[in-house]
């Protein structure tokens, strides 16, 4: 089993960065694939970023590529979102998810463990 839990998150103008940070705990990180997801206020969680074991393979939402960057410390036990050109479209509740595997997945559902969240709110 494995514990998350997100940081970074913040209020930030139109244009400007954050970098998101998820430290997990309680199993051997390199075994699980993770991902990000956001959640805006009513509206479903959706995906964001993945990455596999390694940080070789990665995928983003269409909305996000070219901005976004996923990578991962497995020995911080640590998965990053650095978030550039943020727009106001961007502000949503953060999470981070893991799936022990070594493959990388993009549906909510595949993932088992979640951490708490962080809010990222982005002013125009």
């Known amino acids: 089993q494995v514990q998350l839990v997100e940081t970074g998150g913040g209020l930030v103008q139109a244009g400007g960065s954050l970098r998101l940070s998820c430290a997990a705990s309680g199993s051997t990180f390199s075994w699980y694939a993770m991902g990000w997801f956001r959640q805006a206020p009513g509206k479903e969680r959706e995906f964001v970023a993945a990455?596999?074991?390694?940080?070789?393979?990665?995928k983003y939402a269409d909305s996000v590529k070219g901005r976004f960057t996923i990578s991962r410390d497995n020995a911080k036990n640590t998965v990053y979102l650095q978030m550039d050109s943020l727009k106001p479209e961007d502000t949503a509740v953060y999470y981070c998810?893991?799936?022990?595997?070594?493959?990388?997945?993009?549906?909510?559902?595949?993932?088992?463990?979640w951490g708490q969240g962080t809010q990222v709110t982005v002013s125009s």
């Open positions: 990455i596999n074991w390694s940080g070789g393979s990665t």
């Open positions: 998810g893991a799936r022990y595997s070594r493959a990388l997945f993009v549906g909510q559902y595949e993932y088992n463990y």
